[in-house]
């Protein structure tokens, strides 16, 4: 019996999360579970939603500013991101930008931290 991929790939688990906007990085965890995602790094909290249909994903996230994003935003002022992207069994990756400063791309890279 053969199982569609489509079953095989969940997004709820702990992920390592790899962000960058242009030359700077960051990095942190997240859980994500039943379409919310909490997680944070050394500096920051993140919260928000997440789709997923079939190998795609879309999330839309709340973080606080760290020292990557500290340098394009007011340091008391949630930074929003908008994301897409398409993940396989352990890993996913997405783009986007700050929804207040379009011009600044964001891409995230995200590794299952427990794999199955």
């Known amino acids: 019996m053969q199982i569609s991929a489509r079953w095989d790939i969940r997004m709820e688990t702990v992920w390592y999360v790899r962000y960058s906007t242009g030359s700077s990085e960051d990095n942190?965890?997240?859980?994500?579970?039943d379409g919310e995602i909490v997680g944070a790094d050394r500096a920051?909290?993140?919260?928000?939603?997440?789709?997923?249909?079939?190998?795609?994903?879309?999330a839309d996230v709340c973080i606080t500013p760290s020292c990557v994003l500290r340098k394009i935003s007011s340091p008391s002022?949630?930074?929003?991101?908008?994301?897409?992207?398409?993940m396989n069994?352990?890993?996913?990756?997405?783009?986007?930008?700050?929804?207040?400063?379009p011009e600044i791309e964001v891409t995230v890279e995200l590794q299952r931290a427990v794999q199955k």
Do not use: C, Q
């Not at 920051?44 to 879309?58: A, K, L, P, Q």
């Open 28 to 33: 942190g965890m997240i859980v994500s579970r």
């Open 44 to 58: 920051n909290t993140f919260r928000g939603t997440y789709n997923v249909d079939g190998t795609h994903v879309s």
């Open 77 to 86: 002022e949630p930074v929003k991101l908008t994301l897409v992207g398409s």
């Open 89 to 101: 069994k352990n890993s996913a990756l997405l783009h986007g930008h700050l929804n207040h400063r």
